[in-house]
């Protein structure tokens, strides 16, 4: 099937108890056995079964499945949020003394995760410029466990060489990890470009309304678990074959740390998904048209969008993407002040932390979310003091760019 | 012909797919399930696809919860 109906239909063939054709909302903490041995043997691993809810329950076991089939991967795990899903799916593979390489231009929250918190237990990254390989491959050493990068960097809008950094991991005996939230299935399944586990926050496109946070691991099956440095998953390997990393995730790290999705969340992610694809094409639509018309903007300093036929990841968009760049782009007004005063003006535009929301929203990521950052690590992340992030919404093209045009007249008018 | 599911030797008379399989062998929590096939797990869209020949090795494997066979 086609992502558009397995956007619809993945995962749930319908409620074969009442004949709902919603996926139920299974609102419960645990699952009553019908006899003692029956709950042993679920616990025990022996039966497949629901046991408690922070470790599976059925409501996001449909979202889990619906995210599969569209990723075409061999299994995901859904958590409480992208972070949770960044945090899980890392902790499932590295230990002290490993060492990550990571693209210097991704998400705040994932930098500060990498940066601070993994670095307090013991878990170095190296941050390099991730458009270009060669970057990569210089970093490479025995300690390096992993590879993270974004299919679009945000806010840097770098768009890595995913089949030649997969191609890098794999010869290194280590696996990919990638971040689809920008993108989402429906515009690239990094799976068959190579890369080896794909991770998601579904708060933002898959979401789509700002309604509830959520995040996402999916294991492409690209990457042989029977071999690699990870001596927990290969050992575990010989019991459960391929599905090693999402068993391990599952039932240790994930069942540890307790990231697990509300059931409500689950649902209003798989009512999302419905209706992903038709917003996809409208979110890149729109933001394609908003990079052309800033682009032609004189008080417009620069704009980043990669689907920009100027911009040096085009060829990239064409190849991968084929060419849909996503629905975010950044833009530079000049200084600070005049981007502040542009977020004051608008009228549509929602001036909030978020992305992927129907709604265009915008933000000022040098005050927000990358606040806690100094201007070197600013400079190296590829955010500017005048920067505005822009996630182009699904409202009409004309109703968004005459609001983002009275905002920049305003932005620049002399004050009395 | 000869299938190995979960380690133990099954006959079956003609040559089905792995949607048929599941049903056959009447598995738990089919929407759960992930089959390997000689080493390698199958896409959920490949079950109705992947036709099983004699010899082939089958595992039923599920990642949902249980915890205790670390």
Redesign the interface.
Known sequence: ?KADTLAIHG?FAGDSGSGASAVPICQTVSYAHNTAQALAD???????????TR??NPTT?ALE?RL??LE????CVATSSGMAAVASAVMALVKAGDEIIAAAGIFGGTVSLFENTLRRFGVVTNFVDAADTSNLQDALNEKTKLIFIETIGNPRMDVPDIPAIAELAHKAGIPLVVDNTVTTPVVFRPGKFGADIVVHSTSKFINGHGTAIGGAIIDA?NYNWREGPFD?IR??SQ?????AF??Y????IY?DLGGCPAPMNSFLMLQGLETLPPRMAKHCENAERLAQFLQSHPNVSWVNYPGLKTSEFHDRVIKLFTGRAGGLLTFGLGDKEKAFEFIDSLRLGKNLANLGDAKTLVLHPASTIFGEFDAHELGSMGVTPDMVRVSVGIEDFEDIKADFEQAIERAFKEKK | MNLVVNGKNTDISDSMTVTELLAKEDVKMPQMVSVELNGQILKRSEFETTRLKDDDKVEFLYYMGGGTCL
Request: glycine share 18%; aromatic share 10%; hydrophobic share 40%.
């Open positions: 099937m995962g679920a616990f025990a691993g022996r039966s497949p079964g629901y046991i408690y470790i599976a076991t499945s599969t089939e075409d991967g061999i299994g099956g927990q050992k575990l019991k459960v074959g391929q599905l999402l068993w995730l599952r039932n240790v069942r």
